[in-house]
């Protein structure tokens, strides 16, 4: 079905919208769940007074950062200062609009569960992280605080470093679904439900470990959060923001985290398919079901992934700075050079030539 | 649409490099770079080289530049100084650019009839197509390209390492 370029435009927006007004409320949340599930792991409650169990705590942390006080120090570098927090926000909202979160299900010719279906998905999604880091880079150095500058120099140099582990981990799902675009990766993994997922069935479990333990580090989280390591650098990068202004690099960083459980999901984990595969596919058959049933497993396995990231920070202890980078460079890239051979050999001996 | 796009970014392209030579700190003559890159980046893809426009993103934009303004940083390198240059500069140069820009613009005009798969709209190469050309066709010099950047990488070792 074919529709004018006047509707496309407004559906396309009221999409946009939604998926913005969504990520950002469950950036929100995935700050309470953070400060709960932390809370659990060192036996205390965490927030619990606003409201049940604490459920409007971050709409009250939003108001109060909204009214305070917007502080700029004397000796920044204005520009730079100003507009690194809102690069570092909009290019972690930006990777959004790739991600597909449901079947395809259009309705007067527009997608409705993904905002852009390109060819190259996967490679926008690692484009605009890599350039994610001139907020923080930026942030750093226009403070003119020694604090946030050596912040930010880790955080550069650790995101340099662990983007190649990156890339290289995506390398075997990529030569498996022989595509870039993530409908068409989530397809190759969709026929028999979880065995045929890439990180059981496809034997890219390796692939995966060293895509989390890089994102973790892309993303600045424990155990790789050394540019915001507060027993040395108070608060790194961000040490001299106030107000909005700190409010958009907290939000930037939770937004990664969704985008990073978003692509596992997508490469590794079928993203919206059903576990049990075509199972139960006849005990849900009206078209609401099938549209609404994929974006319970794919936010299911979102969730996991957010819960997995706050687990993972409330156990696991900082790393030393080489011990950061000889991690990356003398383990990381190696083994995951290993899996491409590897993938790539069991792929000519086992699949036909085509 | 296309060519609006086109001419959008053509604009900031050219915006963005004229700023980088004015600019006089060099942190912001490196995110005029940025832009310039970045830019682009999107006429590939208006040409319709999705893969090129996206490697320019991530190599460009997101892997070479961060180690500029790295460095930037590190030095902290402070305003330049504006000097009034020196007479050779206006007597040789300007004739020289002039001669340059003259010569450039006759070749492309002369051999206009050879761009001709290159133009903007729905067009498309894909990755496949891409990779079908590099690693098939023109396999051999992507191999010898490749052990030369090894070569300038050993180089770069060799003379970073410290004597005995």
């Known amino acids: 079905m074919e529709t004018g370029f006047v509707p496309f435009v407004i559906i396309s927006i009221a999409k946009i919208l939604v998926v913005v007004v969504i990520l950002l409320m469950s950036v929100a949340y995935t700050v309470l769940l953070e400060r709960k599930l932390v809370g659990r792991i060192q036996n205390r409650w965490g927030p619990s007074r606003v409201g049940p169990f604490g459920l409007l705590q971050p709409l009250v942390d939003g108001a109060k950062l909204f009214l305070k006080e917007d502080l700029m120090p004397t000796a920044v570098y204005r520009p730079l200062y100003i507009i690194a927090p809102m690069i570092a926000l909009s290019c972690a909202l930006m990777s959004i609009a790739v991600v597909p979160f449901g079947a395809n299900i259009t309705w007067h010719g527009v997608d409705l569960f993904q905002i852009a279906d390109v060819n190259i998905g996967l490679l926008v999604i690692l484009g605009i992280t890599s350039v994610g880091v001139y907020g923080i880079a930026l942030s750093g150095w226009s403070s003119n605080n020694k604090y946030s500058l050596l912040g930010s120099l880790r955080a550069s140099a650790q995101v340099i470093s662990y983007e190649l582990a990156l890339g290289l981990s995506l390398v075997g799902v990529v030569m498996r679904a022989g595509t870039f675009r993530l409908r068409d990766i989530v397809d190759v993994q969709a026929t028999h439900g979880l065995i045929s997922w890439n990180f059981f069935g496809g034997f890219q479990f390796v692939a995966f470990f060293i895509y989390l333990m890089a994102a973790y580090a892309e993303t600045n989280r424990a155990p790789f959060d050394l540019p915001e390591a507060e027993s040395e650098l108070t608060a790194g990068y961000h040490t001299e923001y106030s107000s909005m202004k700190f409010a958009m690099f907290f939000m930037a960083e939770y937004a990664n985290m969704i985008t990073v459980g978003c692509v596992a999901t997508l490469l590794f984990f079928g993203g919206w398919t059903s576990p049990f595969g075509h199972l139960f596919d006849n005990l849900l058959t009206g078209i609401v079901a099938q549209a609404v049933l994929p974006v319970f497993w794919f936010v299911l396995k979102v969730f996991f992934f957010l819960f997995l990231y706050i687990w993972v920070r409330g156990t696991l202890p900082r790393f030393r700075y080489d011990q950061l980078m000889g991690f990356g460079w003398k383990f990381l890239v190696p083994v995951a050079i290993a899996n491409i051979v590897v993938t790539s050999l069991w792929m000519g001996i086992l699949l036909p030539v085509q | ?164």
């Open chain 2, 1 to 164: 649409m296309h060519l609006a796009l086109f001419i959008i970014f053509g604009a900031l392209c050219v915006a963005g490099a004229l700023n980088l030579l004015f600019q006089r700190h060099p942190i912001n003559s490196a995110l005029s770079l940025i832009v310039v890159m970045s830019s682009l980046a999107v006429l590939y893809l208006l040409l319709g080289a999705e893969f090129l426009a996206a490697a320019q993103v991530i190599v460009y934009s997101g892997a070479i530049m961060v180690l500029f303004t790295f460095v930037i940083m590190l030095l902290n390198a402070g305003a330049e100084e504006r000097t009034h240059g020196s007479k050779m500069a206006y007597i040789a140069g300007i004739p020289g650019a002039a001669i340059l820009v003259a010569l450039l613009t006759f070749v492309f005009l002369s051999n206009r009839g050879s761009f001709a798969q290159a133009r903007i709209g729905d067009y498309l190469v894909t990755t496949r197509d891409l990779s079908q050309v590099l690693f098939r066709d023109l396999l051999l010099p992507f191999e010898v390209t490749s052990v030369l950047i090894l070569i300038a990488i050993l180089g770069a070792v060799a003379l970073a390492r410290k004597e005995h």
